[in-house]
């Protein structure tokens, strides 16, 4: 019932845009956060709790309703917990949407904007509005009725001169700060939710973009929309913007109520707000103690130079005395009467804090949106595909180069073995940029994920086959043809394609491999550190810089694990078989030692040359690429999805 209620107001602007919503009501009831601290892997340390939220209880209506606080008061955290975007582990109390539990899907049926922006830069605006309709309203909605939608709220926004320019990123020079941020907005506005959470909107914006940025909500908020955004210090034209103000201090309610009577309340209280103060800055003033009714006080005591302590001291006893101040005043006690009056009319449902996804679209639909905006990404950024394909000719022509048109001797023994080694360890090391396909658009990809954008499966599928298709199989194709006909390697076609194939395979296999190890990082220099000591612990069972059979039989099983010895070995494999290195040359000149066949310089090696002796390496490779890829799944599929 309560989600159909969400659901029906989330229609009831589609009929038009001047049509006055019907915002929710959110009221949130003996609210306690705690988070665990300390502890380690191996618990030298005791886990302590600390308290995030203490006793929170107020009511949000319809309107522009702020959370205000000095910088840790937990004012994102209380934000979070009523988005139902906070880990239900350590949380007790309630949160109502209308009288009724939140229900399970309650973040994919209201907008959340984070503070920092989550937009695809390459796109424009107005696809970036498309691909967010196409995926968060419903199928019975037609294409023309979401291409209206996105037209109808690009003007609304005011982003109409802007709406074909590309958002911009490090590389693309976008639109505005202030049209980043009315663009991020528009992606949740596209459901018509009934309560928009905003995370520091004005976070990164001068002072006009931050106004006009709230002047837009406090629009939404007129039309009935309900609106709650935490903030950190607004100038006074924001402030008198707001209909509701909560403010914290350490997780603590000092007060909750209308915002143009804060000021008031506050001298009621003995702390008058200076003329030409900024409400905003004189309440964090206070709350710090540093207001100057409060230093005026402290110049008649006897210590001119109190030390820290006793600071830490009277801070505390000024906190102390706000909350009592507000638990004694008449404005919480009619919020607390109020506030029973919704717990007496709730319907006698069991509350539930699972957190639950639904999807307005089906698994296809989501495919084909997804994939669609991933190789358009990657097309439209230049140092992922044009410089990649760059990179790998200049390295094509550098290793042909070296080994130009190897010869049937002795020479050629080394210098093949030499190219080989080199092909397959520049595949794995290339594969390195793999590592941010996952860390460069994790921020995008759980907040899309979280809002029922897509399914995990989508997304890594697409990002899966975007980056094998365009960044690894175009660049092994390319460097197959470049190099294998400028070193001058076995000439028939049966051989040249297995070569390609082999080459493509390694780099499937490394680029699974950097996918594994980085897709639960969230640092890339980390995850490159981890990748490259791996990658050159590999190289050293690759059967080059040592002879494999000889290596002590408690270290011999590492081989089994290295990704180039798998390659190599296929490669000298296809090469050597059949070549001879000694024609023409008698007995008598041959030196002591060596192979003049492709087949004895492999047994030396500890190469099996059979048929299954070759084919056995892809089979590992492959069966190595679906392991790692498994891994990278699973850690994409429980990442930590709440803060």
């Given amino acids: 019932m309560m989600e159909a209620g969400l659901n029906g107001a989330s229609k009831s602007q589609s009929a038009g845009a001047k049509q006055q919503l019907h915002g929710a009501t959110v009221s949130f009831h003996n609210i306690f956060y705690k988070v665990k601290q300390g502890g380690g892997c191996f618990c030298l340390k005791k886990t302590t709790t600390k308290d995030i939220l203490i006793d929170l209880n107020g009511i949000m209506k319809p309107g ?27 949380l007790t109390g309630e949160v109502l949407i209308d009288g009724a539990p939140q229900p399970p899907n309650f973040k994919c049926l209201s907008g959340y904007v984070v503070q920092d922006d ?36 690009i003007q609304e926004l005011g982003l109409g001169r802007v709406a074909d320019s590309k958002v911009g990123t490090q590389l693309i020079r976008g639109i505005s700060g202030g049209e980043r941020k009315r663009t991020n907005i528009g992606m949740e506005l596209i459901i018509d939710p009934p309560v928009l959470f905003l995370d520091e909107p004005t976070t990164g914006l001068d002072a006009s973009t931050a106004n006009s940025v709230l002047l837009l909500l406090k629009r939404m908020a007129n039309h009935g929309r309900t609106v709650i955004l935490s ?57 710090n103690g540093d207001s100057t009714a409060v230093a005026l006080n402290s110049m ?25 101040e507000y638990r004694n005043c008449q404005n919480y006690k009619e919020t607390k009467a109020e506030l029973e009056a919704i717990v007496q009319g709730k319907p006698a449902t069991t509350s539930s804090r699972s957190r639950t996804i639904t999807y307005n679209t089906g698994f296809l639909t989501q495919f084909k949106w997804v994939l669609k905006r991933t190789f358009r990404n990657l097309l439209l950024n230049p140092q992922t595909s044009i410089a990649q394909v760059a990179v790998t000719l200049f390295l094509a022509l550098v290793v042909g180069a070296l080994f130009f048109d190897v010869k049937d001797n002795q020479s050629g023994v080394q210098n093949r073995i030499g190219a080989l080694f080199f092909i397959v ?6 594969s390195l940029s793999a590592a941010e396909l996952f860390i460069a658009e994790r921020k995008l990809f759980t907040h899309e994920y979280i809002s029922g954008y897509y399914r995990v499966s989508v997304y890594f599928l697409c990002k899966i086959l975007s980056d094998i298709i365009t960044l690894r199989t175009i660049p092994a194709i390319i460097f197959s043809c470049v190099a294998y006909f400028m070193i001058g390697l076995k000439p028939t076609a049966e051989a040249f394609f297995i070569f390609m194939f082999t080459v493509a395979l390694v780099s499937y296999t490394a680029t699974s491999m950097a996918m594994a190890i980085s897709a639960d990082q969230t640092v890339v220099a980390i995850a490159n550190i981890f990748m490259t000591i791996t990658c050159v612990f590999m190289m050293i069972f690759a059967g080059l810089l040592v002879n494999l059979p000889s290596i002590v039989s408690w270290l011999a099983w590492l081989k089994y694990l290295s990704v180039p010895r798998y390659g190599l070995s296929a490669l000298q494999v296809n090469e050597f078989t059949g070549l001879n290195f000694c024609n023409g040359l008698n007995s ?23 048929s299954w002796g070759l084919w056995q390496n892809h089979l590992a490779l492959i069966i190595m690429t679906i392991c790692f890829l498994t891994i990278a799944y699973l850690k994409l599929r429980f990442i930590k999805k709440f803060t």
């Fill in 425 to 430: 360890v520049n595949q794995c090391f290339s």
């Fill in 64 to 90: 522009l309703n702020a959370i205000m606080g000095a910088t840790g008061s937990g004012k994102s955290s209380f934000l979070d917990v009523l988005a139902a975007r906070k880990d239900p582990a350590g």
């Fill in 588 to 610: 008598s000149v041959i030196p002591p030692g060596s192979s003049c066949t492709g087949e004895a310089f492999l047994e030396e090696q500890g190469v099996d040359y059979s």
């Fill in 231 to 287: 903030i950190h210090q607004p100038r006074y034209t924001i402030y008198r913007l707001f209909d509701s103000l909560t403010l914290l201090v350490n997780g603590k309610q000092v007060y909750h109520g209308p915002a143009q009577r804060a000021l008031d309340y506050f001298s009621d209280i003995g702390y008058t707000c200076e003329a030409h103060n900024n409400p905003a800055d004189f309440f964090l003033d206070v709350i």
């Fill in 118 to 153: 989550v937009v695809m830069g390459t796109l424009t605006v107005r696809e970036n509005f498309t691909f967010s309709a196409a995926l968060r309203l419903p199928s019975s909605i037609t294409q023309q009725e979401k291409e209206q939608k996105v037209n109808r709220l």
């Fill in 300 to 324: 008649e005591e006897e210590d001119p130079r109190p030390d820290a302590d006793s600071v830490s001291m009277s801070r505390r006893g000024i906190e102390d005395k706000l909350v009592e």
